[in-house]
């Protein structure tokens, strides 16, 4: 991964299967604000009243800064309660958690046992040069929650967020999640996403990725229960030197289990980005679907991208596609623009827009969502103005 | 004089395309460019509304004797040149609300118009689609993506009427459309046409210029007008064929 190589020049972590993700906190700096201080600018925490709020100060939970709602959302930070959770998904062999838990206010378990009405937004804040958040969200059977992840970042220097965010979901439970980004200075992001969906469950991700000076998203989903379906769809901006490693594994362990991939990216100004993405289907498995595609935009000819959409298929009964497209921007697209009078940087401002939206709009969201997304796409292609 | 084309001699990649070409245009005049494939018809019709790839190496190009050979082809659009592509492409992801309205509103800016408010877009839009019989569904996609050859001409005809162009080239516009189509298309120019505009029509066929009567036809060979004369010429060539011609 390009991110691995940076990271590993700046002496930070760099291998993907490492126990310093949970244990190894030597490699924080101490924040350079107390907690006390970092939601002093953040009056929104407590103005939106269309969402339920839980906040991490660096890492630790803000009970004081949160919103919840009166049942339904619980909060721990116990050893035995993480601990169990970890046993339930059958992931503790792969990483060291329990030597965290020594230091346990680190490690959050969000547990939702009943249907929220309105969307949970986890505010992760941090002023820390290195930031490090774990948190472990449960639902129940048949819960379903909208969860907006937003990482927000103090001051203007150089950061390192490292997340871990670990999702079960019980029979017939959803979870729409929305990754959101709020930063003011250089942001080097490692986001780690580990998904179980139990028996039709539905699992959906949406990320709008633009002001990270690097970005890795490595995603795990185990589709475990029959008829349980997950979809990512995600857009990488990059107009400035930024690095975009996006890794998607998903693993069909059941059969009628449905997934999908969308990402588009667009690279200018000497940025990198890359899709690896591999779904595996294991044997005797029946009503499969799976579906990979990664469209990517070169506008510098210095941007470079990698795409790796690949299929394990190990049933007979599937139905799969994986696409992958890059190229520049289309001149005969740019003609046509032209003969109607449109100038030459709205028409590929257009163009880029349309191929960004693209991704979100066959998704299954409501207006103000979409809407959302689409604000944050333009937001981010003003530059080509 | 709307449109005046003077001794106009046109290459690509080092091959002569049009040689000495003279073509003059009135406000108010149709005129139809017949010719066997080949010959530069679209050539002409793609140098007119600025194409590039193309090398001018005589003559010259006038709109209301202004000299269109150092304008773009986005500013040619918007001094009000519009051409109808013979294979109109498709741009997945831009939706036709977006395009059109970026159009219309780029073409008001170089009048010294506001932008069209959203309310009124809409209304216009509804207003020039219904007179073409297009389903309302398909505005709401993306720019040809996925659409028959008929639909995308009547596309190419409502932007005509929505952008109101001063002069408009018509490039096979008749080309993959049923008899029906053809006659809506029709029907929609002749309601266009009027004294403050002028039409090329680029056709192969006949058919097309039963519904809308040119008041000039000329046949095209070898890069250049070889005859010139009124509808009576297009039966001719219909009934005998280029072969005179060559």
């Known amino acids: 991964m390009i991110s691995n190589k940076m990271n590993t020049k700046l002496k930070l972590p760099s291998k993907r299967d490492e126990k310093w993700r949970y244990s190894d906190l030597k490699l924080l700096e101490a924040p350079d604000r107390k907690a006390s201080e970092l939601t002093g600018g953040y009056t929104f925490l407590t103005q939106d009243e269309n969402f339920y709020y839980i906040v991490l100060l660096d890492g630790k939970f803000c009970k004081e800064k949160s919103m919840l709602p009166k049942g339904g959302i619980e909060i721990s930070c116990s050893k035995d309660n993480i601990a169990n959770f970890n046993k339930g998904l059958k992931f503790e062999g792969k990483y060291q958690v329990s030597q965290n838990l020594d230091n346990n ?63 079960n979901l019980g029979d017939y439970a959803s979870c729409k999640h929305f990754i959101q980004k709020d930063f003011n200075g250089e942001v080097r992001f490692i986001n780690t996403l580990e998904i179980v969906c139990n028996a039709n469950s539905i699992y959906e991700n949406y990320s709008v990725n633009t002001i990270d000076k690097s970005y890795r998203f490595e995603s795990e989903v185990h589709l475990n229960g029959k008829g349980a379906r997950t979809s990512f769809n995600g857009v990488n901006i990059a107009n400035n030197n930024q690095i975009y490693d996006v890794v998607i594994d998903i693993k069909h362990n059941a059969s009628n289990t449905f997934s999908k991939q969308h990402y588009n990216q667009v690279l200018d100004k000497n940025s990198s980005g890359s899709f690896y993405s591999n779904v595996e289907i294991s ?86 969502e979409v809407e959302n997304l689409y604000r944050q796409i333009a937001h981010s292609i003003e530059f080509y103005e | 004089m709307l449109l005046e084309v003077s001794n106009l001699s046109v290459g690509a990649n080092g091959k002569k395309i049009l040689t000495n070409l003279n073509l003059n245009i009135n406000k108010g005049e149709v005129h139809t460019i017949m010719g066997p494939n080949g010959t530069g018809k679209s050539t002409l019709a793609n140098v007119i509304s600025g194409k590039d790839g193309y090398d001018i190496t005589n003559g010259s190009i006038k709109l209301s004797s202004k000299d269109l050979s150092q304008i773009p082809s986005d500013e040619r659009a918007r001094l009000g040149i519009f051409m109808s592509f013979q294979h109109p492409i498709e741009i997945p992801g831009v939706s ?72 408009v080239i018509l490039d096979e516009i008749d080309s993959g459309l049923d008899v029906d189509a053809l006659k809506v298309i029709s029907k929609n120019i002749n309601d266009f046409r009027s004294k403050e505009n002028s039409i090329i029509i680029i056709t192969h066929y006949n058919r097309l210029l039963d519904y809308v009567v040119p008041d000039f036809v000329h046949i095209f060979s070898n890069g250049t007008i070889v005859k010139s004369g009124d509808k009576k010429l297009a039966k001719e060539i219909e009934d005998q064929g280029y072969d005179d011609f060559k």
């Open chain 1, 105 to 167: 206010d680190h490690v959050v378990l969000i547990s939702i046992d009943e249907n929220i009405d309105k969307p949970v937004k986890l505010v992760k804040l941090t002023s820390s040069k290195s930031a490090f958040f774990t948190t472990f969200l449960k639902l129940e059977k048949n819960c379903n929650v909208r969860f907006y992840e937003s990482f927000i970042q103090q001051g203007k220097h150089k950061n390192l967020i490292n997340n871990v965010t670990r999702i």
């Open chain 1, 283 to 368: 044997e005797l498995l029946n009503a499969v679907e799976a579906h990979q595609l990664n469209k990517n935009l070169l506008i510098d000819e210095k941007s470079v991208v990698y795409s790796r959409p690949m299929l394990d298929i190990n049933s007979d009964d599937v139905i799969c596609s994986h696409g992958s497209t890059t190229g520049n921007i289309d001149e005969e697209a740019l003609n046509y623009f032209a003969s109607r009078g449109i100038k030459l940087q709205h028409a590929k401002q257009l163009i880029i827009i349309g191929l960004l939206k693209s991704v979100f709009s066959d998704c299954k969201l409501d207006d103000f």
């Open chain 2, 96 to 167: 036709w609300n977006s395009f059109l309205k970026a159009s219309i509103n780029a073409v008001r800016k170089e009048q010294g118009k506001e932008d069209i408010s959203p309310v009124d877009f809409m209304k216009e839009l509804k207003e020039k689609a219904a007179l073409l019989g297009i389903d309302y569904k398909l505005l709401k996609r993306d720019v040809n993506h996925g659409f028959s050859g008929g639909e995308k001409k009547k596309f190419e005809i409502l932007q005509m009427l929505l952008l109101k162009p001063k002069l």
